[in-house]
């Protein structure tokens, strides 16, 4: 697949500054690094943002992906309205106490002041039952499984660049089924899903858990998530999936006559990720050189960087560029050139590495009369030559093998940055020290929980599913605890 030519300066003339360490400044590194390798802008509108070409087109990218795995699974996409009438917004008493601090009203239309305000939507549960309590008759209607992408807004108090914003983008989930079976079937499926598309395609390693009673979706009978681990040590969200049950059912009224002909509420599903995603990739693989992207879902996969110093070696370069990039073309590798003039490859090189394109491919004189590349590998900055004869098949698979790199990277630091407490006193201190995920037994109690929440300001992440037991006594109160659960800062 072949690109307009890019120029690697952009980035450095308007963000001149230097990117801050990890170690330093973790924050202003990522927000320093979100703005320098063009991702994202901050909007006039204080918490939205503009997401700029290649940042777009790393989330078309994992959106393609993941939309190929909803559908696989059945799914069809609509799309519903993105303005909700308060009255239907209210039939759901407990989900709008959930959402009410953090939703857009509009109650205007011009100039003419609206008989009932419209809010904007912040999830869509209220309007899609609506439609649902018309569209569900029979159970040949059923199962309905629909999935929408869209943006949303929420007003939040502190955002930051993708990992929290007032306006965002996401895809949710939104299924009908006859039993509650089925209903938590497709729960745990499309939980499923996000982690093999998680660790697949992002290769970011993520735990799969249950959520607490405080932690779940507002309406939900059970909330489950997959949660990852950041550089900093805090925990990421990165998707969840709610069963429902017949709550929303029973307030919408979306009922179904059953094979006897008696009327059966349905029950529900609902699911979800946004574009946090992209924080998330940032914030697992990145180093204090910038981004790091997976092969999979990378803008450009590789970088084609020309080298010459006297003009009469330019057409000469060029002309073997042309061949690489036909190779490449013909491959189906995502790729640029950067035609740069104005720049040093030294400095081109710096570019494209903060931009986080996986290989780097440098064609010089000699490389020229040799009939190779020089291949660049942004993970571990290892380089070796590649013949032109060779070129797709290598290239292939370096991008598969920097792409299991990362995730196993990213699975040694989660495992480094994952430790068990048996007391209060210990799990304290091991998040002060390293942060990151504590294994610690709990009894269940609400007020543990949020006894832990107020020493350490960590949150219970999930309660993993497929671990066996290990009882012993809870970290807070010394009740005994069947087994551990995730504990971590998050954001």
Not at 303 to 310: D, E, H
Not at 334 to 357: A, L
Not at 451 to 473: F, M, N, Q, W, Y
Request: charged share 25%; hydrophobic share 40%; aromatic share 10%.
């Amino acid at each position: 697949m072949t690109s307009t030519p890019k120029t690697a300066g952009a980035a450095s003339a308007e963000y001149a500054h230097k990117l801050p360490t990890q170690e330093e400044d973790f924050s202003g590194w990522y927000t320093t690094l979100v703005r320098a390798a063009q991702l994202a802008d901050y909007a006039p509108v204080k918490g939205c943002m503009a997401i700029r070409p290649y940042g777009f087109a790393l989330w078309e990218n994992m959106q393609r992906l993941l939309d190929a795995r909803i559908k696989a699974t059945g799914h069809q996409n609509a799309y519903f309205p993105l303005l909700i009438p308060e009255s239907l917004l209210k039939q759901e008493a407990e989900h709008v106490e959930g959402f009410a601090p953090q939703v857009a009203w509009v109650t205007h239309g011009g100039d003419d002041e609206l008989e009932e305000r419209l809010a904007i939507r912040p999830t869509s549960e209220a309007i899609i039952c609506h439609f649902y309590s018309k569209w569900i008759e029979s159970y040949r209607d059923l199962p309905v499984l629909i999935n929408q992408w869209a943006n949303v807004m929420r007003w939040e108090k502190v955002t930051r660049l993708f990992l929290r914003t007032t306006e965002f983008l996401w895809q949710e989930g939104h299924t009908a089924h006859r039993t509650g079976e089925e209903a938590v079937e497709e729960t745990l499926r499309m939980l499923e899903v996000y982690r093999a598309f998680l660790e697949e395609d992002l290769a970011v390693p993520v735990y799969k858990g249950l959520k607490s009673e405080s932690e779940k979706f507002a309406g939900a009978e059970n909330t489950y998530s997959i949660e990852a681990l950041m550089r900093d040590g805090r925990a990421l969200q990165a998707g969840t999936s709610h069963y429902l049950a017949t709550h929303f059912a029973k307030v919408f009224d979306i009922t179904f006559q059953d094979e006897r002909g008696q009327r059966q509420y349905v029950h529900q599903t609902s699911w979800g990720t946004t574009t946090r995603l992209i924080g998330a990739i940032i914030m697992v693989h990145g180093d204090d050189t910038g981004l790091r992207l997976p092969p999979r879902v990378a803008p450009y996969q590789v970088v084609v960087v020309p080298i010459y110093r006297k003009e009469e070696e330019r057409a000469t370069v060029y002309a073997f560029v042309d061949k690489v990039k036909a190779a490449l073309a013909e491959a189906g590798i995502r790729y640029t050139v950067d035609t740069d003039d104005t720049q040093s490859p030294g400095f081109k090189y710096n570019e494209w590495e903060r931009r986080g394109v996986p290989v780097r491919f440098e064609v010089g004189p000699r490389d020229v009369a040799a009939g190779q590349v020089f291949a660049a590998r942004r993970d571990k900055k290892e380089k070796t030559p590649i013949p032109l004869a060779e070129l797709t098949a290598r290239t292939r698979a370096l991008l598969d093998d920097v792409q299991a790199g990362l995730l196993e990277q990213a699975k040694a630091f989660r495992a480094e940055h994952t430790s068990d407490a048996d007391s209060l006193d210990e799990m304290a201190r091991l998040l002060e020290e390293r942060r990151g995920f504590v294994r610690a037994r709990w009894c269940g109690s609400a007020d543990c929980e949020a006894t832990v929440k107020e020493r350490t300001s960590a949150t219970i992440r999930c309660l993993p599913l497929g671990e066996p037991d290990d009882p012993g006594a809870c970290v807070v109160c010394g009740k005994p605890a069947s087994r551990r659960v995730l504990f971590a800062k998050s954001y």
